[in-house]
């Protein structure tokens, strides 16, 4: 026994001796400013600032505050200042306008200043939509079968994206305003990786206007599993029950209610499309050891990230929703 002891402690000394350390071949390099900002004509400047990561860092995000930032409108100075209303997070009350070209020129002590320039585009103009329900009989399933045409200016280069959400009467508030998940077989339409955004360029249009038919899915059943009927009975102010419970066939959706489906349809400026279409390469291939590395389109000078614009119109389309479970109880 006092012989494999003594073997033991040898073979560790002699392992031991035989460590090396090895020197990875990681190159620092500085840190650079990353801006992710989209422009547009409906809403308030807002942007984030962060900084780039090397592959040692942990993977959460760093933000960068306090940044001295520069907005041109045509070359001009917008004469307002971002406010920065978290760390990282800005924003203007400054409305930006379909039609102009914007400037960020961005610095902070230990970072290269950066610039980054973006056109905004006019909004088309969507001449049809049409729609209805894909289940049997006209039964909501959550399918909805949709066509979209809209008018595109063949003497430009335009880039467009389509999504779509939802709205429900005011008593069911708690369902609607998250994005709808997409279908389209037309080979030219892109996806985004979460399957919700459909993006495209005009070279697949012509006489001026382009028809796209999709199918738009709504995962939330709610007359099922994501019904919560302790909604209807809670009072969010005092935090306290105000009723007793309601029978679910006091209540006013049970039977039928009015779905509006909204379909977004967004010019936006060829960065953008670029930046979408790397990045979801990009999460296409992580973890993939046999594909090429992937760049995300940046178009952020000494910098990366991305300064994007989009202009969007909207249509609506009405269904009456029916309750299944009740056809299934005949």
């Not at 500085?30 to 004509?41: D, G, I, R, Y």
């Not at 063949?154 to 779509?164: F, H, L, R, T």
């Not at 029950?241 to 489906?261: A, H, K, Q, S, V």
């Amino acid at each position: 026994m006092k012989k494999l002891i003594y073997i033991i402690i040898a073979l560790s000394i002699a392992l031991a001796a035989c460590e090396k350390t090895l020197d990875f071949p990681f190159e620092y390099k500085q840190p650079k400013l990353v801006l992710n900002c989209t422009l547009s004509p409906t809403d308030q400047i807002k942007f984030t600032l962060s900084r780039s990561m090397h592959a040692l860092d942990s993977k959460n995000i760093v933000f960068i505050s306090d940044a001295d930032v520069v907005i041109f409108e045509d070359d001009k100075p917008l004469q307002v200042a971002p406010v920065q209303i978290a760390i990282g997070h800005y924003f203007t009350r400054y409305i930006p306008k379909a039609g102009h070209t914007y400037k960020f020129q961005i610095s902070k002590e230990g970072f290269e200043t950066i610039e980054a320039e973006a056109k905004i585009a006019g909004p088309t103009t969507i001449n049809s939509l049409s729609g209805k329900i894909k289940g049997e009989d006209g039964i909501y399933n959550g399918y909805f079968d949709v066509n979209l045409n809209f008018n595109d200016n063949p003497d430009e280069e335009n880039y467009y994206i389509v999504y779509a959400t939802n709205e429900f009467p005011p008593e069911m508030e708690e369902y609607y305003g998250y994005e709808l998940d997409l279908e389209c077989n037309d080979i030219y339409v892109n996806y985004s990786h979460e399957g919700r955004i459909l993006y495209f360029a005009d070279e697949i249009m012509s006489n001026g206007n382009y028809t796209i038919k999709f199918q738009a899915y709504d995962y939330k059943d709610i007359y099922g599993s994501y019904y919560e009927i302790e909604y209807y009975n809670y009072n969010g102010n005092e935090g306290e029950n105000i009723t007793e419970d309601p029978e679910i066939e006091d209540l006013p959706f049970y039977r039928e209610f009015e779905y509006r489906l909204i379909v977004h349809v967004a010019s936006i400026n060829k960065d953008y499309y670029q930046y979408l279409k790397s990045f979801d390469l990009y999460n296409e291939n992580e973890g993939n050891p046999f594909a090429e590395p992937t760049l995300v389109k940046t178009n952020v000078k000494n910098g990366l990230g991305i300064l994007g614009s989009i202009s969007e119109v909207t249509d609506t389309l009405k269904f009456v929703i029916k309750n299944p479970y009740l056809e299934e109880e005949k």
